[in-house]
């Protein structure tokens, strides 16, 4: 075949690659509705968003706790399998919260004391400047993943916030968590306000200080858990 034959044949084939590659279609945008049975379809718009395609859209329907999604069926077939593992009864959670006033020995000779576990003294103690620990309040408050829970704790200590879903990597958020105090005769003061995420079976510790220097924070100190609180065994007499 001469050179000439020979470029023309690449150039037809050239065309007729190109000419198939423009004939396939376009994927079709397909509309999929997922209504949730037992979890909020709020609570899932973020686990949806990162799996849609560039064409992908995800729409929010309140009222009917549903989520219709459109997008490509090579992304649906990611997204609804997410959605179904998704959608399960609640399961029971479990925080411990302790809200103690921490401070830095100022004396000698110097004398160390804690309201705390000794273990949970002995991490604070590696972690935190400070040498003494006085329980202001505490409380073991239980749930189920999506409830909002109100509490109000010892001297004049209040909680609020709303359980999140716990997900694979065991982590749950805790959203618009919320501690104020009220004195007597006194406004309510907030101390802390924020979403707040936990990881299961770890303990988190958050201070409130004027500053690093402070001889003394305020810090609450929490430990979350899977399940119901263990009952206590009875005892017959």
């Not at 409830?147 to 916030?161: L, N």
């Amino acid at each position: 075949m001469s050179p000439a034959l020979r470029s023309l044949v690449s150039f037809l084939w050239v065309l007729a690659l190109a000419s198939t590659l423009t004939a396939q279609p376009a994927a079709e945008v397909v509309l999929q509705a997922f209504t949730f049975r037992h979890q909020r379809a709020s609570e899932a718009v973020a686990l949806v968003s990162p799996l849609l395609s560039p064409k992908g859209t995800v729409e929010l329907q309140p009222k009917g706790n549903t989520l219709v999604i459109r997008d490509t069926q090579a992304a649906l077939s990611r997204i609804v399998p997410a959605l179904r593992s998704f959608d399960h009864p609640a399961r029971a959670m479990r925080l411990e919260i302790f809200i103690v006033r921490a401070s830095r020995n100022t004396v000698s000779p110097q004398v160390r004391h804690s309201d705390l576990p000794e273990q949970l003294t002995k991490r604070l103690r590696d972690l935190l400047a400070y040498d003494n620990f006085d329980m202001e309040a505490q409380a073991r408050l239980g749930g189920v993943e999506g409830q909002q829970v109100i509490y109000e704790m010892g001297q004049g200590y209040k909680v609020s916030f709303r359980f999140g879903n716990l997900t694979d990597d065991q982590r749950v958020k805790l959203s618009s968590f919320r501690i104020a105090r009220q004195g007597e005769g006194q406004p309510e003061k907030i101390l802390l306000q924020a979403n707040v995420p936990l990881q299961c079976d770890q303990t988190m510790s958050l201070g409130l200080a004027k500053s690093e220097a402070s001889r003394e924070a305020l810090m609450m100190v929490m430990t979350l858990r899977e399940g119901d609180a263990p009952r206590r065994k009875r005892i017959d007499p």
